[in-house]
């Protein structure tokens, strides 16, 4: 997780359309069946599917949004806890081309952050509907369900490809008078932000490649049996300076996996001109040589999947380690041994790089995890998924006190837990937010429910927790209870292959599930996991410069070479330029 909602958000489609909300004034009940005027008047809003923009009819969830800000459209004004727009959500089932659905302000429809728009001052407001569109799956676990499959966009929900919206519409909300209506359209379907090739799939994005920067994707056979479609993962490669020039044609070299939320056009964000700061590193021939690779995994439920096998969002731990990796590896001159792949990765791709080190230690020898989400679920950020009562309030005698979600350095609070889950349940129903935090853990830890969709660690509502499906987090995904539990067999593999790292400040509390990792780790004998802690530093920290980073991978790989490899190791490990101003950035 990153950023104020916990990931950058893909850049949204330009534009806004032009118009005016026809505003009614007839009688409308409001959620509580009243039919009257109020002193601020509530609103309701007509939405209309243009004829022609889908051949059929669609399912999903609508939204209203309203903004004051003209600076873009209100879509994409609403993807953030703190400073994001008022917006309701509601689910709407086969809304037909030509055909209108009703979405009151206010209850049935989820609001955030407002419940009812009867809260908003008066003034004018630019107004715009957005639709999520639904795919039908029957997995292959007898699930029948309904989530958006996103198409190269990292399931940003709001420039999500296959998803609708309208023209942006001014209305003005008096301070007195009745009820009223205004009337929004769809009438455009976000589109690829890549060109698809001809017979080709949007899923996973189709970016442009250069000298540098390969691209593969393939078909998951187990992810599309478990999905009843054609399901498809991808990965970025870098490229090592020097990789296409002839006396280097049978050269292999040593793979850094870096894991995180679904990535940009390449790995670390590289340029091939060296604009940035690592590009200059990169490309400076200082840098030791690694084929460094991203994976792309957005799915139903988010930008990627964790990397693991779950109940909800399916085998992408067997998908991405025993299908893709070995596709790589074929196609690039990669060693292709578990000593020449190091893992590392910040926050939610620290978790995944901690996880992927600890379930897969025979594919991979060493591990580099950043600010990591959750390792131990005693510390769920603030939430004792076990202990506690509930996820949104700490109990005393007279008071309940809020448990907070995000802080500054200072200690600050940014938003709440019942805030930001607040703003989720506005988002989708049943955990189908596609941006949120707590939803996308919920998908990945938890069985899968009765009807089908992830199996509430808490009521979404009121925050009360459910412990039976706590204790199922336990024992699957708690990596330091399965550190605890499988210790015999992992001593040896991790002995010196985990290096966790995090401010002591972390925006978002995940220090404190470091500690608790760390004190029963430390615990078990032979533990050898190297920690460090920044003073004072928020989420995002990390120790190391760019270059002290590399250096640290290629010593590590090095030392784990077989003794039959080291002297070819020790002359790449020497083929790197001396040190130059490049690389002086620190790491992220």
């Known amino acids: 997780m990153t950023g104020p909602s916990r990931r950058s958000f893909v850049a949204a489609v330009a534009g806004v359309g032009a118009g005016t909300a026809v505003v009614g004034s007839a009688p409308s009940a409001t959620a509580a069946g009243e039919t009257t005027a109020r002193r601020r008047p509530g609103l309701t809003a007509s939405v209309t599917l243009a004829p022609g923009v889908v051949p059929q009819a669609v399912t999903g969830r609508v939204y209203v949004i309203l903004t004051t800000d003209a600076g873009s459209e209100p879509r994409e004004q609403a993807g953030d806890v703190a400073d994001g727009v008022p917006f309701w959500g509601l689910d709407v089932a086969r809304l037909a081309p030509g055909r209108s659905t009703t979405v009151p302000l206010g209850a049935p429809a989820v609001g955030f952050p407002l419940a009812d728009a009867s809260a908003l001052p008066p003034g004018t407001y630019r107004a715009q509907a957005f639709f999520n569109v639904y795919t039908h799956f029957s997995r292959s676990d007898g699930a029948e369900v309904d989530l958006h499959l996103p198409g190269g966009d990292g399931h940003d929900v709001f420039a999500s490809t ?35 090739p001809a017979g080709g799939t949007s899923q996973q994005g189709n970016p442009a490649e250069s000298q540098h920067v390969k ?43 870096n894991h995180g ?19 200059a590193y990169w490309l400076s021939g200082t840098a030791p040589k690694f084929i460094t690779v991203t994976f792309r995994h957005e ?28 596709e790589v590896d074929r196609r690039f001159r990669t060693i292709g041994a578990p000593w020449a792949r190091v893992l590392s990765g910040g926050s939610t791709g620290g978790w995944e790089a901690a996880a992927t080190q600890i379930f897969y230690p025979d594919l991979y020898r ?139 400040a972390d925006t978002y509390f995940l220090d404190v599930g470091v500690n608790l990792f760390k004190e029963r780790v430390d615990e078990l004998a032979g533990s050898n996991v190297t920690y460090r802690f920044g003073r004072n530093q928020p989420h995002g920290w990390s120790p190391w410069t760019t270059r002290e980073f590399y250096d640290l991978l290629a010593d590590h790989v090095v030392g784990n070479a077989p003794a039959a490899q080291r002297a070819a190791l020790a002359t790449w490990r020497a083929s790197a330029k001396p040190a130059d101003t490049t690389g002086t950035a620190t790491i992220s």
Not at 171 to 177: E, K, L, S
Not at 306 to 318: F, H, L, R
Request: aromatic share 12%; with cysteine.
């Open 366 to 504: 060493g591990c580099w995890a950043g600010y990591p989400d959750p390792l131990d679920f005693h510390a769920h950020q603030l939430v004792d998924v076990y202990g506690d009562d509930n996820a949104y309030v700490t109990h005393h005698t007279y008071l309940d006190v809020p448990v907070p979600s995000a802080r500054d350095v200072s200690g600050k609070t940014q938003y709440t837990m019942g805030q930001e889950n607040g703003w989720e349940r506005a988002l989708g129903s049943r955990g189908r937010s596609g941006l949120g935090q707590w939803d996308v853990w919920q998908a990945v830890f938890s069985p899968r429910g009765d009807d089908g969709y992830p199996k509430p660690i808490w009521d979404k509502t009121t925050g009360e927790i459910d412990h039976d499906v706590a204790t199922y987090w336990n024992d699957h995904f708690d990596l330091a209870t399965y550190v605890e539990r499988h210790w015999d067999d992992l001593r040896d593999e991790l002995d010196g292959q985990l290096t966790i790292y995090v401010g002591d």
């Open 261 to 279: 939320h679904f990535p940009g056009n390449a790995p670390r964000g590289f340029t091939e001109d060296g604009s940035t700061a690592f590009s």
């Open 162 to 196: 296959g998803n609708l919206h309208g023209p942006v519409v001014e209305v003005t909300v008096p301070a007195t008078g009745a009820h009223r209506t205004l009337r929004l359209t769809l009438d455009t379907v976000v589109e690829p932000s890549e060109p698809v």
């Open 215 to 257: 691209h593969v994707m393939i078909r998951s056979a187990v992810l599309s049996e478990f999905w009843g479609r054609d399901m498809f993962v991808a990965a970025d490669v870098l490229l090592p300076l020097g990789y296409d020039d002839p006396a280097n044609r049978t050269a292999r070299y040593p793979m850094e996996l």
């Open 299 to 326: 799915n139903p439920y988010y930008d990627d999947s964790y990397a693991v096998d779950t109940a909800n969002i399916g085998p992408y731990g067997t998908a991405l380690n025993t299908e893709l990796l070995p």
